[in-house]
């Protein structure tokens, strides 16, 4: 009976560290002094979930029996769309230019997919509890995310007495400005959440200062399509506090524009030494393609994109190609050495290396739970797990619009946990 209690104890304590060794990989170091281990802190972050995946697959043989192993694949649509993504991805290979380079992207995906189907695996173990799991993790990244940050900015600016500009310097560990700043709103969802759903005093508390603290990052960043974002999750909280028409939900609402304000106070006194608002600035610009250069890239690649999918609406160019082609139709606004590696829209981007009809089930599996949720929400209108889940889809298709989150595990890794969750509630579980 011991014996077995133990052996329960450490397949608890296994798939708890697993997940967890997942869901943190984003604290991967981009060098351990001296040695540096890469220029993009994406490659060891791959590396870690290559090994990551190693442990779990020799985990899920010795621990689940294969009933088990293939329950959790079974009659799922929306998990047989990524499947077909991979599928078609390697079949584009055979109208890739660049072979060797449409090789390498395909083992990053397969990567990411074995990382998807093991989180599951293990996520729907006997007794594990994903929505406390979810919760937990949520808040301590959220905390080292932004109070990182944070305190690099204060820093520079308040102790070195540095002016306030927009630099990777501060971007965390999303080593991308525009990463770090949906990564911690996409998080920030959590802490909402709370103030929507919990009564107690010190976790109302503890939910302020994560807002506040994750909105001063998101300013302090300046990142405009997460300020947009934040705009439109603040905006469907608001509409939907109306449409439910419950006080508790206008005092939830009042705390969060509470946080609001402490973070627009606090950006205000660490901007104070400026002589102009760079967020104001960065704003006036973004509807004049001429003067703001990063708009009018994005709106080349967008255009060249959709121009490579009509060329070639079957297998696309080949997986992993488009940074060689855009080469090609980019050329005239290409400056010194600098390549569009990517479109700035993973939609665009997939169909244009894959194809229409891969393009169509890598939507689809972004879209599906968010439309499923959106449609609960708008049957009850309560912010409730559905909500939760619209919010954060909401946050990262924004961000698939604009970027580029599915190359970056700390936002696509954080998607797959919540897409997880998504499957772990009764109502969702797909069959």
């Known amino acids: 009976m011991g014996g077995f209690f133990y052996f329960y104890i450490m397949r608890v304590f296994v798939n708890y560290l697993i997940l967890s060794l997942y869901f943190f990989v984003f604290i991967t170091p981009q060098y351990i002094d001296p040695i540096f281990l890469a220029f993009d802190k994406v490659y060891p972050q791959?590396?870690?979930?290559?090994?990551?995946?190693?442990?779990?697959?020799?985990?899920?043989?010795?621990?689940?029996?294969?009933?088990?192993?293939?329950?959790?694949?079974?009659?799922?649509?929306?998990?047989?769309?990524?499947?077909?993504?991979?599928?078609?991805?390697?079949?584009?290979?055979?109208?890739?230019?660049?072979?060797?380079?449409?090789?390498?992207?395909?083992?990053?995906?397969?990567?990411?997919?074995?990382?998807?189907?093991?989180?599951?695996?293990?996520?729907?173990?006997?007794?594990?509890?994903?929505?406390?799991?979810?919760?937990?993790?949520t808040v301590i990244s959220l905390f080292i995310e932004s109070v990182v940050i944070n305190l690099d900015v204060i820093e520079s600016v308040i102790i070195n007495g540095n002016l306030l500009n927009r630099s990777n310097a501060y971007a965390g560990f999303g080593a991308n400005i525009n990463i770090s700043s949906f990564s911690v709103l996409m998080k920030t969802i959590v802490p909402i959440y709370f103030l929507f759903n919990y009564k107690n005093t010190i976790i109302k508390l503890v939910s302020c200062f994560l807002i506040a603290s994750s909105f001063l990052t998101i300013m302090l960043l300046m990142s405009r399509a997460a300020i947009i974002a934040l705009s439109l999750v603040f905006i469907s909280t608001i509409l939907l506090s109306v449409l439910a028409n419950k006080k508790k939900y206008f005092f939830a609402n009042g705390l969060v524009i509470f946080s609001l304000l402490i973070s627009i106070f606090s950006y205000n006194l660490i901007n104070e030494k400026n002589a102009y608002n760079i967020i104001g600035e960065r704003f006036a610009n973004v509807t004049n393609p001429i003067v703001d250069g990063s708009v009018k890239e994005r709106l080349n690649f967008y255009t060249t994109s959709v121009q490579s999918i009509i060329d070639n609406p079957i297998l696309g160019i080949g997986l992993g190609n488009w940074q060689i082609k855009s080469i090609d139709l980019s050329k005239d606004i290409i400056e010194s050495y600098r390549v569009p590696y990517f479109v700035h829209n993973d939609f665009l981007q997939t169909a244009a290396e894959i194809g229409i009809i891969g393009g169509l089930c890598f939507v689809f599996f972004i879209l599906y739970p968010f439309a499923i949720s959106f449609k609960n929400t708008i049957q009850h209108f309560r912010f409730d797990l559905d909500f939760m889940i619209f919010l954060i889809f909401l946050v990262y298709i924004i961000d698939s619009m604009l970027n580029f989150p599915f190359a970056r595990p700390i936002n696509l890794i954080y998607l797959f946990f919540t897409i997880i969750l998504f499957y772990k509630s009764e109502k969702y579980y797909l069959k």
């Open 46 to 137: 791959m590396f870690l979930i290559s090994l990551i995946n190693i442990i779990s697959f020799i985990h899920i043989i010795k621990i689940f029996n294969f009933k088990e192993f293939v329950s959790n694949f079974k009659h799922r649509k929306h998990f047989l769309s990524f499947f077909f993504v991979v599928v078609i991805s390697t079949i584009s290979l055979v109208v890739a230019d660049n072979f060797n380079e449409g090789v390498v992207s395909l083992v990053k995906l397969i990567n990411l997919f074995l990382a998807y189907c093991f989180i599951m695996i293990i996520a729907f173990s006997r007794n594990f509890n994903m929505y406390n799991y979810f919760i937990t993790v």
